[in-house]
């Protein structure tokens, strides 16, 4: 029975382990062997560890793309949910980006190889999960702590019991009995087992959902959260915004596109590509603008023709000593729309304001009402005016909003959160989230977004989706709440089991625990804590019932805006 029962905590053991361990296979089956190389104009297959940064790679359909790259030729259509979760097929030209482990579904291309060996995302995901699994949470070393005194402590145990039973005048083999019995039914397998199974085990099955976190540390901490901060650009919204409506004052319309668009193609900022979008779908080809320069989250001026010309928010015309006064009545309609309105201007004259509007993903208002319902406060932090993010927040049922941020303000607006006391979670993509995330008790990055900002956080969303936050949060809890009953269970066998293996029960009920019997007892509470932490398996993200959800909410909320007006 004791071999039986040793046995079995093996197994169980090991099983706990496999289960992050078969996540990481998961993902190493993604990631193709081989790779067709163009090297001195001939084509060669070779093992995808020969890969090097600056190869030419050829994949055909069906192929799995074998690292990170940008598409030189061809034209096709990538399946990225794997990596992103985006179940749609992504159409993919000549300047576009792979990713390596996406699945190249139609036509043949030839890209180029810039990310190779671990630098590719596939590697650095399963290099993450790998890591996150063999971490340690503060609670780890807190029971490391109770193991390094618990030890030397039950020793000495052992050996006053051992002492006291020959003192009262028991054999030598009846006493030392006593001592071994001590020493092995109080081995601490179950304490230690209690924090790193749990860890494995959770970590794993954050990996099998697409939630990948970095490290014990964070594990911890994220169940501790009482705040979320979110970027709206990217994290609330799809992060592709368009241009709603076109206000020209002065000028001809097409001109003002004309204008906008060759301000706007040198500038990186979401919105400048959706002016330059709007150009193109109206044939408006962008005027060539020299002496170029941009604002970090304001906006930009170059000159042409002779003109000055400027666009940006009504600060930063303002700044630059254009009146503004004349359109604020417009910019307000703008912003209660949920619109970010763009003005442009020559010479330090209005010449018109593009409105732009960037739509919520379907899953962000079920993500915020779930965090709402765990006791978390959400918090919006955007670059726009307070016009524009009051409309959201209405939208989005958010409980509050910090609007007209800076990029380099976001990290100031963490720490007054944090010196109110609150434990703050920033959920961001883009580059200028990165000191956000550092800045925050859990840095939280959305798998599309920046190399910086991935780097910067604690744990990645490799699906984009804020349902997996919420997933995150609950994942942590559930995981830390494990630890505790593990760690419970150990001590209290222990504070159950050292007594009457001291034979305490001896006199009065002629009752002694043989070594054999500790050895079993010792064996059932580690499968116990193995048992209980093999429990995290039936974790559920419910993403089905909270999208349904979500869709009946902005299905009411699209009525009740149609009622008065179609909305733009």
């Not at 970590?203 to 964070?218: D, H, Q, R, V, W």
């Not at 993500?367 to 524009?388: H, P, S, W, Y």
């Not at 780097?455 to 505790?484: G, Q, T, Y």
Request: proline share 4%; charged share 20%.
């Amino acid at each position: 029975m004791i071999v039986t029962l040793i046995t079995v905590g093996k197994y169980l053991e090991a099983r706990a382990k496999g289960e992050t361990s078969h996540a990481l296979e998961k993902l190493m089956d993604l990631a193709p062997k081989e790779a067709a190389v163009v090297r001195g104009g001939v084509e060669t297959v070779i093992p995808v560890e020969q890969l090097r940064a600056g190869d030419e790679v050829v994949v055909r359909p069906g192929e799995r793309i074998p690292a990170d790259g940008t598409v030189l030729s061809g034209t096709t259509s990538i399946d990225e949910s794997a990596i992103t979760g985006e179940s749609m097929p992504v159409l993919k030209q000549a300047g576009d980006t792979v990713t390596s482990a996406t699945i190249n579904q139609q036509g043949a291309i030839h890209f180029r190889a810039d990310r190779v060996g671990e630098d590719a995302t596939i590697q650095q995901i399963i290099r993450l999960v790998d890591e996150a699994s063999a971490s340690k949470a503060p609670i780890a070393r807190m029971a490391d702590k109770i193991a390094g005194v618990f030890v030397p402590a039950v020793i000495a145990v052992a050996l006053v019991a051992g002492g006291a039973w020959l003192a009262m005048g028991a054999s030598v083999e009846f006493a030392f009995s006593i001592a071994i019995c001590i020493l092995v039914i109080s081995c601490p397998c179950a304490l230690g087992l209690a924090t790193p199974v749990a860890i494995m085990v959770g970590t794993g099955k954050g990996a099998e959902n697409g939630i990948l976190i970095k490290s014990g540390e964070a594990l911890e901490t994220a169940q501790a959260v009482d705040t979320v901060v979110m970027d709206k650009t990217g994290t609330i919204t799809e992060g592709r915004p368009r241009i709603t409506s076109v206000t020209s004052v002065g000028v001809d319309e097409k001109r003002l596109l004309a204008i906008a668009a060759g301000l706007e193609q040198q500038s990186e900022h979401p919105l400048a590509a959706a002016v330059v979008q709007k150009a193109k779908e109206q044939g408006v080809l962008p005027l060539a603008m020299t002496s170029f320069a941009a604002t970090f989250g304001k906006g930009v001026t170059a000159q042409a023709d002779g003109h000055a010309y400027a666009a940006g928010n009504a600060a930063f015309l303002e700044e630059l000593g254009t009146d503004v006064t004349g359109i604020k009545g417009r910019l307000d309609a703008l912003a209660d729309d949920g619109a970010t309105p763009l003005i442009f201007a020559e010479d330090g004259h209005i010449i018109g304001i593009l409105g732009a509007a960037d739509e919520p993903k379907a899953t962000s208002r079920a993500a915020i009402e779930k965090f709402q319902q765990l006791g978390i406060d959400v918090v919006m932090l955007t670059g726009d005016n307070a016009r524009t993010a009051e409309a959201m927040r209405q939208r989005m049922g958010l409980g509050r909003v910090i609007a007209g941020v800076l990029p380099g303000g976001k990290a100031d607006e963490i720490k007054k959160l944090q010196a109110e006391g609150h434990r703050v979670a920033m959920i961001g993509d883009g580059i200028n989230d990165a000191p956000a995330l550092a800045q925050a008790d859990l840095g939280i990055a959305i798998g599309a977004g920046t190399d910086v900002a991935i780097e910067s956080a604690d744990a990645v969303l490799m699906k984009s989706d804020l349902l997996d936050a919420v997933s995150a949060i609950r994942l942590s809890k559930a995981v830390l709440r494990n630890i505790k009953e593990n760690l419970f269970w150990a001590l209290i066998y222990n504070v159950i089991c050292i007594p009457v293996a001291a034979g305490v029960l001896y006199p009065a009920f002629g009752i002694k625990l043989s070594p054999m019997v500790g050895a079993a007892a010792m064996s059932l509470s580690s499968v116990c804590v193995v048992l209980n932490a093999l429990r995290l398996n039936f974790f559920q993200t419910d993403h089905a019932a909270a999208v349904a959800v979500s869709d009946t909410a902005e299905t009411a909320i699209h009525d009740v805006r149609a009622l008065p007006e179609a909305r733009p």
